[in-house]
């Protein structure tokens, strides 16, 4: 049986006061298959509530986090302080209406904030697993969370929703477990990694690979952290969440507290110090190789590959869709967005597409979008009424 | 039903009357969703729509229906055979690139198959063309010959043809009038075709 408890491994991060969530862990007995061929156990899976589960357990929403996310979607970050990722989506009266709704949030396999990853102890060794922690993908971080609601006694969720890798995981819901899910929302999302996503992916990797204090992946144990490279490889990525023309708009070519340029390597642009921003701002609160472990995984991903095609990964579904895709992102476009709408027309499965026109990228679905409040609130209460949810 | 039925356009209230309560219905161009929210809630029908236009189709999920973005010239290749009961084309096959590849589809993808066009027979088309020698412009067609989107323009004699050569089964046709009244019409009578403002056909495979 599974234990569930507050998590003790973020205390030492945690603000004072902050909501630290719970966690389950699986026994020995209840091994977490992986793709990859190994087994993973025992492993813990860290989440955050919000909102009370009903007495039929029919008011069950999942929201998975994307790459960088966490399990505080809605709460202050224990480490950052900062408020949740969707803060303006969940909570009482807000498009994911806490108060008709039980919504929870699991932190992913491989991840670094209380769910098991790289940087936890391997029980076998009592050191950090490093490199020896096994490669995952987001199926296998959807079987982890099929776990965690059979822990909390939910057969099925009225709906699984999550942007970019979030609505990666989204997808692999409704092919994994067609029965378990209600509905679907899978936003700024794609069916498969292209070319040029694995090709960021790789910079990034790349980058913290190449850091000196990276020590091959066992950087705690020498009392280091590849903080240069984690930093580069979040600027490489934050370039991508973003459009040219949002970057334009915010940054232009404005100069950053000068009206010269400095002729040297500093920061002279306002864009560069934002980006050096986000960098040191990210090592605080992420780990660097959960960073490789889950940019992998989402390399790897490619549903029409594994289930033949993409139509026959959502073959007889009875699951209804609501696909939202923004006009100008370029990681994510609307043209894989419209990929999936196409699949699931083959497979006869209820389906809409929104696109939604704003020039803020990739990001758009963290962002403060009338259009997409307006349409997760329509969506989510048409199927919550038709499920005759109070 | 009456209450309900009432502002929405006439063709679009006869093609609701068509329609069995509990339905798996698809209608094409299905705008701001006007017939499909009055299927879905007035005749608990399984309701989809594909529209053209990404701010209707945003409209229509703001209402909690489900649509998608889509093109009927291109995007009903997508879906598989007989799993609509009933496919829906109103006022939007005028509008499409090949009408006789929209309608194969249509037939293909539904057990039957509604399709509302404007009537380019009635008489006051035949009139305009006639003795002032102009492209014709009504209420049901209203564009300048330069910026009209419907460019396969048909009488009910031309559908009424195009249905036979593709083997399908005209189950009934309903004439509309300029005041949106409704009433069945033969196909093959030159009555209709000459005053009908518009029209609506059933088909079944045949």
Partial sequence: MAEIANPIFLKPLAAPGADMGQAITFGEKQPLSLDSGRTLAPFTVAFMTYGELNRAKSNAVMVCHALTGDQFAASRHPVTGKRGWWDMMIGSGKPIDTDRFFVICPNVIGGCMGTTGPADNDPATGRPFGLSFPLITIRDMVRAQAMLLDALGIERVLCVLGGSMGGMQVLQWAASFPDRLVSAVPIAAAARHSAQNIAFHEVGRQAILADPEWRNGEYALHGTNPSKGLAVARMAAHITYLSEAALQRKFGRALQNRNTFSFAFEPDFQIESYLHHQGISFVDRFDANSYLYITRAMDYFDLAADYGSLAKAFRGSGTRFCIVSFTSDWLFPTAENKRIAHALNAAAANVSFVEIETDRGHDSFLLDEPELFATIRAFLGSVATRAGIA | ?206
Wanted: aromatic share 6%; hydrophobic share 40%; net charge neutral.
């Fill in chain 2, 1 to 206: 039903m009456i209450p309900r039925t009432r502002g929405m356009r006439p063709d679009l209230a006869a093609i609701a009357s068509l329609i069995a309560p509990g339905a798996r219905v698809l209608d094409v161009g299905c705008g701001e969703g006007d017939l499909l929210e009055h299927l879905v809630i007035e005749k608990q029908v399984d309701g989809r729509g594909i529209e053209l236009s990404q701010q209707n189709v945003n409209a229509c999920v703001g209402r909690g229906l489900s649509v998608v973005q889509g093109d009927a010239d291109t995007d009903l290749a997508d879906y598989p055979s007989s799993v609509f009961d009933v496919v829906i084309l109103s006022q939007t096959i005028q509008a499409t690139r090949s009408p006789r590849s929209v309608l194969q589809h249509l037939l293909r993808i539904g057990g039957k198959t509604i399709v509302s066009f404007p009537n380019f027979g009635h008489w006051r088309i035949r009139f305009a063309l006639l003795l002032e020698g102009r492209m014709p412009r009504t209420a049901a067609l209203g564009y300048h010959w330069y910026e009209t989107p419907n460019i396969h323009l048909c009488t009910i004699t031309d559908f009424a043809q195009l249905v036979h050569e593709n083997g399908a089964r005209i189950e009934s046709a309903f004439a509309l009038s300029q005041k949106g009244r409704t009433r069945r019409m033969a196909t093959d009578a030159w009555g209709p075709n000459l005053f009908a403002q518009g029209a609506i056909f059933v088909l079944t495979k045949s």
